[in-house]
């Protein structure tokens, strides 16, 4: 058992330098610009090609035969060669590293993900809305409920209230505003098939609502591994302006990678593919305006003798983007202990909350 525990440490390191060693500024590029969306250089100055380039196709570098790899690789849209590190594309497609980075940053800037000033991001930032988890104290904690324009994150083990918080959210993402909703639907990525539409009807018939109209808005998809977990998300686009999804719940977003990846030489490989669609998510959440929450597993950490050895899953790519992350663990009874962990403007606290059978409640 503490063998087991003591690999698996070894390999959230791993997991961190291989990858900051590797792939070292694109990583961090991709990591730290979670807020002011990513830097486009090389072809900013051409602006009239802005908007001639709409498919991968129009890409300067990117010929049939180089387009036909990386279509055949899945790698068939703007956005995905925006969000890729130039070492994967130069696995995938065979051009040289200078290449790789003129298409992405052609992708990128094609996709106007350039500079803004402040004012504009600030301009934005006052369109984001937040959704009530049910309880004021879990609320306050994160400034006013699981906010849109933002990747919430929760970590905790087994049965401690992760996907509860995330059904909850499908019932409440739907309420009108001044209820604490965003007036909504809301699509379900499910990887651990543990989604319970029964559950979710209790919790709407606790508000009055409903469940069938609520079950109605609400867009489930199982994702049998990573590779289609990540093929899901990329297809939620057009949905997203369909059905006028406000909230995105990803329940467990690391499980699926991790079962997927499991040798040390997979590592950088996975931690790059979790990027790629974590980063996926954070471009919905401040191009639709959404909210994103995503539960986490955890792991221990068997050297540690004091305090909590539990740390979560997913290594240095999921703690940089998570906007929010929040530590949530059982206490007596229906009483949940959540702790606000690292936030860009919030002060770290800790709240307890209750799951009962009405919901999510303080
Ligand atoms: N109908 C219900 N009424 C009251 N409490 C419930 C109800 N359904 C579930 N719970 C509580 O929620 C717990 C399960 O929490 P949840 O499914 O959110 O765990 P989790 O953190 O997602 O765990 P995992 O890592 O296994 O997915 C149960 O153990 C129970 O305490
Ligand atoms: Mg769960």
């Known amino acids: 058992m503490a063998k087991h525990a003591a690999k698996e440490v070894t390999e959230t390191m791993m997991d961190e330098n291989q990858v900051n060693s ?24 051409e602006k009239g090609k802005k908007s001639v380039i709409t498919s991968i196709d129009d890409l300067p570098g990117i010929g049939p035969s180089i387009a036909a790899k990386l279509r055949d690789a899945g790698y068939d849209k703007l956005e995905t060669l925006a969000y890729c590190m130039p070492s994967e594309l130069q696995e995938i497609s065979g051009v040289g590293e200078g290449s790789a980075v003129k298409v992405i940053n052609a992708a990128r800037d094609a996709l106007e993900m350039g500079f803004e000033t402040g004012a504009d991001v600030l301009e934005r930032r006052k369109l984001i809305e937040k959704i009530t988890t049910g309880s004021l104290e ?18 905790g083990k087994f049965g401690s209230g992760k996907s509860q918080i995330g059904f909850q959210l499908c019932v409440n993402a739907q309420l009108p505003k001044e209820q ?77 990678f991790r079962a997927d990846y499991v040798g040390r030489g997979e590592l950088a490989e996975r931690q790059q593919k979790l990027n790629q669609h974590i980063h996926l998510l954070l471009r919905y959440a401040d191009q639709y305006n959404l909210a994103v929450y995503v539960t ?19 290594g240095h790519v999921l703690a940089h983007t998570s906007t929010y992350r929040l530590y949530v663990r059982r206490s007596k009874e229906d009483r949940r202990i959540v702790k606000l962990v690292d936030s860009p403007n919030l002060p770290d606290g800790e ?12």
């Open 22 to 45: 590797q792939t070292s500024s694109s990583a961090d590029a991709q990591s730290s610009d979670a807020h002011v969306m990513e830097i486009g250089t090389a072809a900013s100055k």
């Open 180 to 256: 604490g909703g965003l007036g909504g639907s809301i699509a379900f990525i499910d990887t651990e098939s543990t989604f319970r539409p029964e559950r979710i009807s209790q919790m709407a018939e606790a508000k009055g609502l409903d469940p069938a109209v609520v079950l109605g808005n609400i867009h489930v998809a199982k994702a049998l591994n990573s590779n289609h977990q990540m093929l899901l998300a990329e297809k939620l686009e057009p949905m997203i302006r369909e059905k006028n999804i406000r909230a995105i719940v990803v329940d467990s977003l690391t499980a699926a």
């Open 296 to 314: 986490n597993q955890v792991m221990d950490k068997p050297d540690i003798l004091f305090g909590d050895p539990t740390i979560p899953i997913g």
């Open 138 to 155: 879990l609320d306050n904690l994160i400034g006013g409920g699981i906010e849109t324009q933002a990747i919430t994150e929760i970590f």
């Open 351 to 362: 709240v307890v909350f209750r799951v009962t059978p009405e919901g999510i409640m303080d």
